[in-house]
T-cell receptor, first 115, second 112 residues
Framework: AQSVAQPEDQVNVAEGNPLTVKCTYS??????LFWYVQYPNRGLQFLLK??????LVKGSYGFEAEFNKSQTSFHLKKPSALVSDSALYFC?????????????FGQGTTLQVKP | EPEVTQTPSHQVTQMGQEVILRCVPI?????FYWYRQILGQKVEFLVS????????KSEIFDDQFSVERPDGSNFTLKIRSTKLEDSAMYFC??????????FGQGTRLTVV
């Protein structure tokens, strides 16, 4: 079965420093991978996706993610964190065998950026 | 920019009552979904809907749940007889040609 793991419940980083939010996946076949962000009392906002091609994908708000097939990882990164980046981040994989577009989410990582 | 809209933003209902959560997906999208998030937990898939029928449902989506697309724009989730454990944030999502899904702001359902 397809699955996604986010090993850290919380990541703390100082403003201006680089940030990484980790995600590993387990799929059969080639993965479709996504990152979403959830601000307090808000919905899920799409940040970026990996389908095929370049392993480094760029998304909204200066975020990027690196697909690493050998390590089955899709870590979210940003070179310089902002306090406004503080939110809950979800990694997700599309359940390809079901072919219905269903997403399987990780448990989420809270990013706290301190001034 | 087109977005998925959900109403109401918060619904409080008594246990055993029926609730209908409403969603207006992005207009040219063809695939529709409901997910839920119990407070502090992960986002869970409930159901997907395509071509006016359910294409997949999870084991959470039992006989108490139903979905409908009553007209060309709305997509609803009905819970026939709510239970305390149905309290959660419910998200509607839609997708079009691309693989990414776009989510609404959610409806917080509180069953008392």
């Amino acid at each position: 079965a397809q699955s996604v793991a986010q090993p850290e419940d919380q990541v703390n980083v100082a403003e201006g420093n680089p940030l990484t939010v980790k995600c590993t996946y387990s799929v059969s076949g080639n993965p479709y991978l996504f990152w979403y962000v959830q601000y307090p009392n808000r919905g899920l906002q799409f940040l970026l996706k990996y389908i095929t091609g370049d392993n480094l994908v760029k998304g909204s708000y200066g975020f990027e993610a690196e697909f690493n097939k050998s390590q089955t990882s899709f870590h979210l990164k940003k070179p310089s964190a902002l306090v406004s980046d503080s939110a809950l981040y979800f990694c997700a994989v599309r359940d390809l065998p079901s072919n219905t577009g269903k997403l399987i989410f990780g448990q989420g990582t809270t990013l706290q950026v301190k001034p | 920019e087109p977005e998925v809209t959900q109403t109401p933003s918060h619904q409080v209902t008594q246990m055993g009552q029926e609730v209908i959560l409403r969603c207006v997906p992005i207009s040219n999208h063809l695939y529709f979904y409901w997910y839920r998030q119990i407070l502090g937990q992960k986002v869970e898939f409930l159901v997907s809907f395509y071509n006016n029928e359910i294409s997949e449902k999870s084991e959470i989506f039992d006989d108490q749940f139903s979905v409908e697309r009553p007209d060309g724009s709305n997509f609803t989730l009905k819970i026939r007889s709510t239970k305390l454990e149905d309290s959660a944030m419910y998200f509607c999502a839609s997708s079009g040609q691309g693989p990414e899904a776009f989510f609404g702001q959610g409806t917080r359902l509180t069953v008392v």
